[in-house]
């Protein structure tokens, strides 16, 4: 196993000790009593999916005014590259300052694993933008199967299509992102190697329905509203939603850059709190159809509404004659703790790197998730925002998958020696 660079470790050092230094000098609880934010503005990027609505709704509703930054930005991004490479260079670059982005990402860009040249860009994971509402889509040369839960009516019709010379291709948003590990554990609990029986391909989110279209791949996994967008133009299926692989599921996050965190400590806390308040309205069942009508505009998503909304209020169409109502696993803004950056979880997708090989097995992975989780910040907001019921533990404890694996955050390696396909 290839083990970290000594200048990796220690950029990682230095980083833990950057961060160290400031919530020492800037203590859970202490910003609610300081002076007003640093700054009045920051650029946050986002990608049209579901899951950045409480983004978009904090800027919509004046939720970043309210709390001292009225010149908040929200800006869209290209793909999940895109947002890496304007994280890099931060708004003094011409880039971006946080994001709304898949949570593994912050934490290779901290070790250094998919920035430029390998240099490390420490960053800061603020709060949890939501739980569930991904999907794993199918095209429509396999509508005879109707593949569900379990994807091994595929491992013979990918090996008879292999066999006769045609690339199989999977697609996924990043490679080490959440939309990744959905697709690789649900192929691999089939036994489909995800590395060797097929092609995993990265195609940005708002480019699936197109590609899937064209054929340029069997399957993809991507967040809300593509696969249900996919359904309605009856280009293809819904195999499952990410939350029957694992229910109520972390997903995206806010992550700012930690210079910035540093520069502007008050500001962070003050963006997490507008975007806490968001997440609350967001999440309440009467607001459901307003929000999809403003993400769906032109300025942001530029979809139907109809796209986006009945997979928001629970109503799954799999495209194979199968509709469920009131699904118990759809997305998630805020209730049950949603909004909170666990650090079990965390945990959880950096072990999953480790297993497919991205990371070392020997990331510290205890020191990155001190560098890159900012729960005291989420918790020093929430009190700004007037939330009263917060988590007890940064755990949530021991998580069980669709096919009995269990994920215990006290014992990572039993975990992954449970598990049949790894690299690790």
Known sequence: ????????????????????????????????????????????????????????????????????????EVLKQASWGTTRDNLELGSGGGGIDGAHILTPMPYLMQLGRITKNNVPVPMSIVLRLNTNGQAIS????YLDLKVGLDAKPLAERFKQLAASGKDVRCAVTFRGGTHDLWMRYWLASAGIDPDRDVQTIVVPPPQMVANMKVGSMEAFCVGEPWNGQLVNQ????TALTTGEL??????KSLALRTDWVAQNPRAAEAITAAVIEAQQWCDADANRAEMCSIVARRAWFNVPVADIQPRVQGTIDYGTGRTVANSPVKMTFWR?????????????????????????????????????????????????????????????????????????PANPSAYLSALGIKRV
Not at 138 to 141: D, F, P, T, V
């Open 234 to 237: 009856k280009a293809g299926y």
């Open 246 to 251: 694992w229910a109520d599921h972390p997903e």
């Open 138 to 141: 199918i095209g429509n040369a």
């Open 1 to 72: 196993m290839t083990k970290m660079t000594l200048s990796r470790r220690q950029a990682l050092a230095g980083a833990v000790a950057t961060v160290a230094a400031v919530k020492t000098q800037f203590p859970g609880g202490a910003f609610a009593q300081a002076p007003g934010p640093e700054t009045n503005k920051v650029q946050l990027g986002y990608i049209a999916l579901t899951d950045s609505a409480p983004l978009i709704i904090a800027k919509e509703r004046g939720l970043f005014t309210k709390y001292g930054l009225p010149q908040a």
């Open 336 to 408: 049950d703790h949603a909004s909170y950056p666990f650090q079990s979880h965390d945990l959880w997708f950096l072990v999953e790197n480790i297993r497919w090989g991205v990371l070392s097995g020997e990331t510290d992975t205890s020191a990155v998730i001190k560098a890159v989780n900012r729960d005291d910040i989420w918790r020093a907001a929430a009190t700004r925002a007037g939330v009263t019921a917060v988590p007890a533990s940064s755990s949530r404890g021991v998580e069980t998958f669709f096919d009995g694996i269990k994920f215990d």
